[in-house]
């Protein structure tokens, strides 16, 4: 066959794929928002089919010997040779594995997450120890398979972020600790900042009001996403122009729906301003953690708590919340938005803390595979951590090793991404102040001109480029943490009075 022929049934292949990926997303979103929970057996059993053709169909070995061909030919070049390469890596690391025993791992999961579950309601490690233990251990074996020069840690590091390792991930690591645990403790010690008027009674009816009223002020335009509610937010979409982005309402923390839409609808434009030539590709789906955390958090930490923003946001609050914020005013409201203090969950921590829950499991993760830190007595481990960054120790497993599913599920490396997100933010933001007006922009509510911007300098590559290609491409630099670093001295520094 000639090249146009070879590729014209890749595409083909690729466009099959998406018509189930596009099924399958639909159906998980509505599973998690509108579907009632009764019908969910007869549901999940037909998705289970589905996703076996998906799967039947992205390992066909008649695809893998044209990807090989096509990979082979010198003449294809630019985005196809990238596409082919990113399809033909995510697909050989299932296809490394003999079938049996991927399917062996997969009802290992299952068990682990019951496990899991079972000992966190128990609030008892030594139920999920054992299975801890096998998870690791069958990891260690699926990875073997696979023909890799990185060693074991850094091949699941790059999985979930392409090009970061462990020697990068220390470089970062350490900088934040050295940087960042002599400033929590300043802060803990500092005089602590009043928050009890956004953690009381704000009647939801009237915060999905003032909601309909910010994803105006963010531009977020019905004639592309659309906004549901769910247990746990997330976003999803079938191609760039169908957006769905998801949120909770807890009546007693307002801010939680708030941030949280500003959070999503940074994924959502991520997701919205990739290059519509590279939708239903892996160019728009295959984008790393890292890099889609980088857009949320920009928007919902580096746009949605600042000063600006709020200029133009918070008079309609105030508006609608007159008893809630009496005697408030913007730059109180401001600072209790943005207030610090270390705590046990690590979804619930604030900017600041957050980056060493994310060390402690980076640590032990890395301490697993490397043979430096057992499973056993892990929950200790876990607590002395803890103490030794954040000060702090949870009386309960419950609130303490068992808090995250990640482990259970056998998703090590992935952690680290959450941390690497608001550090790219900070870099991004850099570049991005000296060429437009972002304070000027968010108080006139020109949000749509900084989306813009994302999309010409970020967005639209999709993973064209990686992470590292990316920074250089929109900052002219590579990363470089002291950024992020910089931003939350700087913050803190000033918001704590700590002189
Ligand atoms: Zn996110």
């Not at 049934?9 to 509108?34: H, N, P």
């Not at 972002?438 to 509510?445: A, F, I």
């Amino acid at each position: 066959m000639s090249r146009e022929e070879n590729l014209k049934k890749f595409y083909e292949w690729v466009k099959r794929m998406s018509a189930y990926q596009m099924a399958l997303a639909l159906i998980g979103i509505d599973k998690q928002t509108l579907a009632p929970v009764d019908g969910s057996a007869f549901r999940d059993e037909r998705t289970a089919i589905l996703s076996g053709e998906l799967f039947s169909i992205e390992t066909d070995p008649e695809m893998a010997k044209l990807r090989k061909e096509l990979l082979a030919d010198e003449g294809v070049t630019g985005d196809d040779r990238k596409m082919i390469e990113l399809y033909d890596h995510e697909i050989n690391k299932v296809l490394s594995v003999p079938k049996d025993e991927y399917v062996a791992f997969d009802l290992l999961r299952n068990e682990s997450y019951g496990a899991w579950l079972k000992a966190k309601n128990a609030s008892d490690y030594s139920i999920f120890e054992p299975y801890l233990k096998k998870v690791i251990e069958a990891q260690k074996k699926m990875y073997s398979y696979r023909d890799s020069s990185l060693d074991l840690y850094d091949q699941m590091l790059d999985d979930f972020e392409p090009g970061m390792t462990r020697e990068k991930y220390d470089v970062f690591f350490n900088r934040v600790k050295e940087r960042l645990v002599p400033l929590i403790k300043k802060v803990t010690e500092a005089e602590q900042i009043d928050t009890s008027f956004i953690e009381c009674e704000y009647p939801v009816e009237l915060q999905k009001k003032y909601m309909d009223y910010m994803l105006e002020y963010l531009h977020f335009d019905k004639s592309w996403g659309y906004q549901n509610e769910t247990e746990h937010p997330f976003t999803s979409g079938l191609c760039g122009n169908d957006i769905r982005i998801t949120t909770k309402y807890l009546p007693e923390r307002p801010m939680s729906a708030l941030l949280s839409t500003i959070h999503e609808s940074g994924h959502g434009y991520y997701m919205h301003q990739v290059a519509e030539e590279y939708d239903g590709t892996i160019f728009n789906w295959g984008i790393s953690s890292g890099m889609h955390e980088s857009q949320s958090r920009l928007c919902e930490n580096y746009l949605g708590r600042s000063a600006a923003f709020w200029e133009a946001n918070y008079p309609k609050l105030k508006e609608m919340f007159p008893e809630q914020l009496k005697g408030v005013d913007q730059e109180h409201f401001l600072a209790a938005l943005n207030a610090s203090e270390p705590s046990l969950i690590r979804t619930e921590a604030d900017e600041l803390t957050y980056p060493l829950h994310i060390v402690i499991r980076y640590e032990i993760e890395r301490g697993l595979f490397e043979g430096t830190i057992s499973t056993e007595g892990l929950d200790q481990t876990w607590d002395a951590m803890y103490e030794k960054y954040l000060g702090i120790k949870s009386p309960t497993a419950r609130d303490g090793i068992l808090q995250d599913v990640h482990w259970a599920d056998g998703s090590f490396g992935y952690f680290p991404t959450y941390a690497l997100g608001s550090a790219f933010a900070a870099q991004f933001v850099h570049a991005m102040r000296q060429q437009i007006d972002v304070d000027d922009l968010l108080r006139n509510s020109h949000y749509d001109v900084i989306m813009n911007w994302l999309k010409e300098h970020i967005h639209k590559y999709g993973c064209r480029y990686n992470a590292d290609e990316i920074m250089r491409m929109a900052t002219g630099e590579p990363f470089d943490p002291d950024y992020y670093l910089d931003y939350l001295e700087d913050k803190y520094t000033k918001l704590y009075h700590l002189g």
